[in-house]
Nanobody, 124 residues
Framework: QVHLVESGGGLVQPGGSLRLSCAAS????????MGWYRQAPGKERELVAT???????NYADSVKGRFTISRDNAKNTVYPLMNYLKPEDTAVYYC??????????????????WGQGTQVTVSS
């Protein structure tokens, strides 16, 4: 059984900061890319930031210079630090991970997983 557990969402004033975290657990052999996406009401889910196992990062233009994504490979955890938050950052934030799983009798298989989502609200 594989789980992606997210935490750190909440209400913050414009200009404030939040640090989310997403921890992967289960029969994981290794993790490829991890990242965060978000979905605002009435809008499609969109990329926020991703980070590869080697530490290469990719950011949406809307968050460049404000958000920083990092990961702790030993803990299978990814952390987006979100600074200078704006009301338009309000959304449900979802963790995503490409996991290499140990499948008994078969070997290692790659599967993509989503977290349950955590609400981030930026409002005064």
């Amino acid at each position: 059984q594989v789980h992606l557990v997210e935490s750190g969402g909440g209400l913050v004033q414009p200009g404030g900061s939040l640090r989310l975290s997403c921890a992967a657990s289960g029969n994981i052999f290794s993790i490829n890319a991890m990242g965060w996406y978000r979905q605002a009401p009435g809008k499609e889910r969109e990329l926020v930031a991703t980070i590869t196992s080697g530490g290469s990062t990719n950011y949406a233009d809307s968050v460049k210079g404000r958000f920083t994504i990092s990961r702790d490979n030993a803990k299978n955890t990814v952390y987006p630090l979100m600074n200078y938050l704006k009301p338009e950052d309000t959304a449900v934030y979802y963790c995503n991970a490409d996991l290499n799983l140990i499948v008994v009798g078969i070997g290692v298989r790659t599967r993509n997983y989503w977290g349950q989502g955590t609400q981030v609200t930026v409002s005064s």
